[in-house]
């Protein structure tokens, strides 16, 4: 492992363990030549997923960009960040089990979604927002109002 800091590439583990999701193994490194110490981790990787975008363009699957993602949404949340790393692991999880290299996005935006909803309905609505691409109040409202239909039913909005 390249040192960070000096690009010295004969690092040293000092320390392993399993990181607090249990997928993943912490290292912890030290660089003999400059002196530094940084963290690692090393996750299983099933198979090499591929995601089709809508426009057709593929782009290997990245688990760092759908963390972001998910991060950006939980922004502000009272999530604990285990059970966001726990989320975020089951997701990959399940599109490696999926049994197919190749991933539309739609796929994985509906799984992040599924996911999301089932710990925080703001942050689903925050996702949503993006993934669904909403223009206007509007899109918000609808969304939300499709959310809790039994409200919807029991107090109609009036028309403006």
Partial sequence: MRCPFCGNIDTQVKDSRPAEDHVSIRRRRFCPACGGRFTTYERVQLR?????????????????????????????????????????SGIVRRLESMGETDIPSKTVGEIVMESLARIDTVAYVRFASVYKN?????????????LRPEDAAANPKPDR
Avoid: C, T, W, Y
């Fill in 134 to 146: 909403f223009q206007e109040a509007d899109d918000f409202d609808r969304f939300v109002s499709e």
């Fill in 48 to 88: 090499d997923l591929v995601v089709i975008k809508s426009n057709g363009r593929r782009e290997d699957f990245d688990r760092d960009k759908l963390e972001r993602s998910i991060r950006i949404a939980l922004q502000k949340r009272p999530i604990d960040p285990e059970r966001i790393e726990q989320m975020i």
